[in-house]
């Protein structure tokens, strides 16, 4: 009976227990147009776990990476509602893209610019977050390109390059009434060039790449001299050359006319003697039909150039050239070890027949690593002109080994010159120094004499991350461009590294080779021109000097700076 009190008296007493459900994580917001704050209706949204998921600044700033065994994002993307309203549940905390996309609205991560997004951070302290996902319709360049006598070009190959990423962001070819364009295109500057060919000069039986004719062995007996043209490669504005060339900014869900007149010029012809080919061993026939010309772009060599290519018993003859900077490779005669390889530079107005005694000859440059099993992808920076690089190693040649004999060298044709070494994104290793034999060299820069020469670099492993928070009067601030760049001298953007800050002003830049920067955040600073060294200078006084570490993973925060 006692007992039976006392069990009574203990239920009665007994403290209640309140067991704590776990946050429901939640992204609910509105889709709208980002030209004029209307709503996007019915538009598709989906939710994925950032890759490589940036720091959170949760509990001491420490990074929050979700379970990625059961934080799976539903596969099936959700639709808004007729007002652009959402609501996302997600599987728990962590940082998260958001992607939407929509008629007349390319697939688009929230607050985008030029290739970086805001994740969308979700902490125990902030399970759910309301957002307005700004969605930028989509842009188009249209226009019209025209001959000498006013008639259309047909098959005029466009190409539209993105100013800020200096990468190409659109191809079209006009049709038969000179009309081309290129829709879906971003928010931004761009820069457009077209290549054609004047329909009276196109040999029967030449072939077409892309657009582009190839060089063909055919008899220009039955061409017309007067005939004998070629269009130079214009930029819009009517500019040869890319720095001169007009500007386009687009606005979200704009429209602009480019159009493009083209004027003719006389066709340049190369005379390159003839040399002894190898043969095929099997066949007896030549292995080469002659010297491959290819036009030098910004960004490398490949493509094709010339329309027409004679022989004689001493001689090719490339026809159909016009201005521009050409890279021609010899056949190697019989014996020879190596491939003779020049650059020429055709200017405007050049007579109609030139040979290879302005060519300037490249200097064939052996490269062999030392530290790493195989030679990461490099790129060599020409000093002389920044805006030139040339990304190198992969694909090049293995002085005729086979797979298994390859033994991690490789070469590159170079003009004369000074350059410096780095080592591409991708790869988590880095330059050391760098040893040579027929070159000078001081710590990663090389100066190229007229001799071949050979490289021997030096790599570790253990590139470095760097995260932090940017804020301002002490709160975070999402969305800011932050840069993370080179202390040394001179200044070269292509080694500039960036990143956007997430909706809790996290930031994360991964693979920094070891050295001296400066790190800088600019709170909306999408439109600042950070290529141009005289526009960066006064945000770098700002910045935050610091020294990277190999392989480390440091913490630094810092405060955004206004644009």
């Known amino acids: 009976m006692k007992l039976r009190a006392l069990l009574i008296c203990l239920i009665l007493t007994a403290v209640p227990i309140t067991l704590r459900a776990d946050p429901v994580y939640r992204i609910t917001g509105t889709v709208v147009s980002s030209r004029d704050g209307s709503p996007v209706p019915f538009c598709r949204l989906r939710v994925t776990p950032m890759a490589g998921q940036k720091p959170s600044p949760a509990t001491n700033a420490k990074r929050i990476r979700p379970d ?6 539903d596969p099936d993307p959700l639709l808004a509602d007729a007002h652009g309203r959402f609501s996302l549940e997600v599987a728990g905390p962590g940082a998260w893209d958001l992607t939407a996309v929509a008629r007349n609205y390319h697939a688009q991560n929230y607050d985008a610019h030029e290739g970086y997004s805001s994740a969308i951070v979700l902490t125990q302290a902030t399970p759910s977050l309301s957002i307005t996902f700004r969605l930028q319709p989509d842009a188009a360049i249209t226009g019209t390109i025209l001959d000498e006598a006013g008639e259309p070009v047909a098959e005029g190959q466009v190409v539209v390059e993105n100013v800020q990423t200096d990468q190409a962001a659109g191809f079209a070819q006009s049709d038969d009434r000179g009309h081309y364009e290129v829709s879906g295109l971003s928010p931004g500057q761009y820069k457009l060039r077209v290549q054609a060919r ?6 029967a039986g030449a072939g077409r790449l892309r657009g582009r004719v190839q060089p063909a062995a055919v008899s220009t007996s039955s061409l ?6 070629v269009y130079p490669i214009t930029w819009f504005g009517g500019s040869d050359d890319r720095r001169t060339a007009e500007t386009i900014t687009l606005a979200g869900g704009e429209t602009r006319q480019a159009d493009f007149h083209l004027q003719p010029l006389p066709a340049v012809h190369l005379t390159v003697p003839r040399t002894d080919q190898p043969e095929d061993p099997g066949t007896g026939a030549n292995r080469w039909t002659g010297p491959n010309v290819t036009l030098v772009s910004r960004e490398g060599f490949g493509e094709p150039a010339g329309s027409i290519m004679t022989t004689s018993g001493t001689s090719w003859n490339i026809g159909g050239l016009g201005p521009g900077t050409y890279q021609i490779r010899m056949p190697a005669p019989i014996g020879s070890p190596a491939t003779d390889i020049r650059q ?6 050049s007579s109609g027949a030139i040979d290879l005694s302005t060519a300037r000859s490249l200097v064939n440059v052996g490269l062999v690593a ?3 099993a195989n030679l990461p992808p490099l790129v060599f920076t020409d000093l002389s002109d920044l805006t030139t690089h040339s990304a190198l190693v992969s694909g090049f040649g293995r002085r005729g080994r086979s797979n298994d004999e390859d033994d991690g060298s490789r070469s590159i044709a170079l003009l004369p010159g000074q350059y410096r070494i780095s080592v591409a994104s991708g ?12 070159a000078e060299v001081t710590d990663t820069t090389v100066r190229i004499g007229t001799g071949n020469a050979r490289l021997t670099l030096t790599f570790a492993d253990g590139r470095a991350d760097l995260s ?6 002490n709160q975070p601030v999402p969305g800011a461009m932050v840069l993370l760049v080179p202390a040394a001298e001179p200044f070269d953007p292509a080694l500039i590294q960036r990143d956007q800050t997430n909706t809790d002003g996290s930031f994360l830049i991964t693979a920094i080779p070891p050295g001296r920067y400066i790190l800088v955040a600019i709170d909306h600073g999408w439109t600042v021109n950070w290529r141009d060294p005289s526009t960066l200078t006064p945000y770098l006084l700002h910045g935050m000097p610091l020294e990277v570490k190999p392989a480390a993973r440091a913490t630094q925060d810092l405060e955004a700076v206004e644009p």
């Open 344 to 349: 020429l530079t055709v200017l405007p107005g």
């Open 468 to 473: 932090g928070i940017a804020r301002t009067a």
């Open 427 to 438: 790869s988590n290793a880095y330059l050391v120094g760098v040893a040579a034999v027929g």
């Open 198 to 203: 004047p329909w009276y000069t196109s040999p």
């Open 370 to 372: 030392s530290g790493t």
């Open 68 to 73: 990625r065994t059961q934080q799976q994002a």
């Open 224 to 229: 017309d001299p007067s005939l004998d043209l």
